[in-house]
């Protein structure tokens, strides 16, 4: 995976770098349109060179903003044509980037029941209830001897059963809320804080019906919010990108 981490992290220093040099490209076009360009041009005579004479600087800016645009959108294109889906096997990790750090997600066991609860709160399945254990580790060996210790709070997960048809399938609340009072304190939400080296594992209730088969899980960021993620090179929110799954264990 550490390939995968460097292209999250180089996909993110390329949008940072690419809007930072967009943004001061805009600004300057404005400045130059407020002040007028034969003023700058008079301030900057001395300065000689087809880039900084002012004159027709404006015109020169909005092309190579244009340019940045273009090559960073074929960028982001070429880097979702190459990619393509697989499925990890049970226990393997699928990695997100955090910017200054990695968090690790992967399946750490599946149950099969067909009623979650006691009392008041059982909840029976339409099909079968799938219980499957989500384990989000801090990958302490993805940052900096800079960072400190400081806790973390992973940024909002949303996580799909998808069997080998297609058809996706979300928590089931009902049952969802029944295996958290069955647990008495509740379950590790995904956004739990944690610092480097540490985990926790989330129990994830799905109701899927009966013959589904080729199940696999999907943990990905939310297209919205979240948009950030459409257009990071590299990234698996980003347009016509394949997914990574994670497989159920038997």
């Known amino acids: 995976m550490e390939g995968k981490q460097l292209a999250n992290a180089i996909g993110a220093l390329s949008f940072l770098v690419s809007f930072a040099l967009l943004a001061a490209s805009v600004i300057s076009i404005v400045i130059l349109k407020l002040l007028g360009e034969e003023r700058l041009s008079r301030w900057g005579g001395a300065v000689s060179g087809w880039l900084f004479s002012g ?3 404006a015109r020169k800016l909005a092309i190579a903003a244009a340019l940045l645009v273009m090559v ?12 393509r889906e697989w499925a990890l096997s049970p226990g393997e ?9 990695h968090l690790a997600y992967a399946v750490a066991g599946v149950q099969k029941v067909q009623a979650i609860g006691a009392g008041s709160a059982r909840k029976s399945a339409v099909g079968t209830f799938f ?3 989500v384990r989000t580790r801090f990958d302490e060996h993805t940052i900096s001897s800079r960072r400190g ?7 909002p997960r949303k996580v799909t059963l998808i069997d080998g048809q297609g058809q996706e399938y979300s928590v089931s609340q009902d049952a969802q809320r029944a295996l958290d009072t069955l647990s008495g304190a509740g379950q590790t939400p995904l956004t739990t804080p944690l610092r480097p080296g540490e985990s926790y594992v989330t129990s994830l209730v799905f109701d899927i019906p009966s013959g589904a088969n080729g199940l696999k899980l999907l943990v990905a960021s939310p297209t919205n919010p979240g948009w950030i993620g459409r257009v990071l090179i590299g990234d698996e ?8 799954y994670l497989r159920l264990n038997s």
């Open 55 to 57: 004159r027709g600087l």
């Open 131 to 133: 219980i499957v254990n």
């Open 149 to 155: 210790d400081s806790p973390l709070t992973p940024s």
């Open 237 to 244: 929110s980003s347009v016509l990108h394949k997914k990574v």
């Open 93 to 101: 990790e699928k990695y997100f980037c955090e910017i200054d750090c």
């Open 72 to 83: 960073y959108g074929m960028a982001l294109l070429g880097a979702s044509a190459s990619s």
